[in-house]
């Protein structure tokens, strides 16, 4: 299978959706992929990225609500990410909350060729929001795959237990599932051949 030229990827631009997102077309004027990442702020979005993509592009904080755009990265000729902006930080005025919730309505709406990527903090139980997040996947008929964050910080049971709290009790079905640590660099290698056969299937 074809490897994606992952060093090559570029931060391309943020948006809010209020001008068209961009589309990048391959040779044959064809939509590039998408993946999008989306999940609760802090739950550690930016930090996979840069894992991903195996240097520091995007910025990453122990201050919740970092990333409040839609940022595109682009990987020329094969694919770009989104990193989105993180839903549920603390202190948020009620004004930015909409404006998240508008923001994502606008991506959503405009895009229909994106796989979505949802983050989970492994020693977190599912809220509102993400119950709110779960029914948007599927009015808009989304098949997330799971990323399961910060494994480094428990153990095995527990990893299992997110695992089926996220699965049977917020998106109540089978998905895929990966456990991932930016820090030991665990679920990398699954995730970086999941994405290629996503991105290039032949
Ligand atoms: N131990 C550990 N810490 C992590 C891991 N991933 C992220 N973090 C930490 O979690 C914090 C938040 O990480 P970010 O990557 O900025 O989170 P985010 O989801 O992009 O947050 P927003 O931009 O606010 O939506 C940072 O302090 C990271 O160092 C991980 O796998 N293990
Ligand atoms: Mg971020």
């Excluded at 009620?94 to 405009?110: A, G, I, P, T, V």
Aim: proline share 6%; hydrophobic share 40%; with cysteine.
């Amino acid at each position: 299978m074809k490897k994606l030229p992952l060093h090559s990827a570029k931060f391309f631009g943020s948006f809010t959706g209020e001008n068209p997102f961009p589309s990048f077309k391959d040779a044959h004027g064809g939509l590039l992929p998408e993946l999008a990442l989306i999940g609760r702020s802090n739950v550690g979005k930016s930090s996979f990225l840069n894992s991903f993509f195996g240097k520091k592009l995007a910025r990453v904080s122990a201050t919740p609500g970092k990333t409040q755009m839609c940022n595109f990265y682009l990987v020329e000729n094969s694919f770009c990410l989104v990193d989105l902006p993180g839903y549920g930080w603390a202190d948020v005025p009620k004004e930015l909350l909409k404006n998240w919730d508008e923001l994502m309505e606008r991506y959503f709406q405009q895009r229909s060729h994106q796989q979505l990527l949802f983050f989970f903090d492994v020693r977190r139980e599912p809220n509102e929001l993400d119950f709110h997040f779960a029914k948007w996947a599927a009015f808009y008929k989304k098949e997330p795959i799971v990323i399961v964050t910060k494994v480094d910080k428990v153990k095995a049971a527990e990893k299992e237990k997110c695992k089926k709290l996220i699965l049977f009790s917020l998106f109540k079905k089978e998905l895929p599932c990966v456990y991932f640590s930016c820090k030991t660099g665990e679920g990398l290698p699954m995730l970086r051949s999941m994405m290629e056969r996503i991105i290039c299937p032949t």
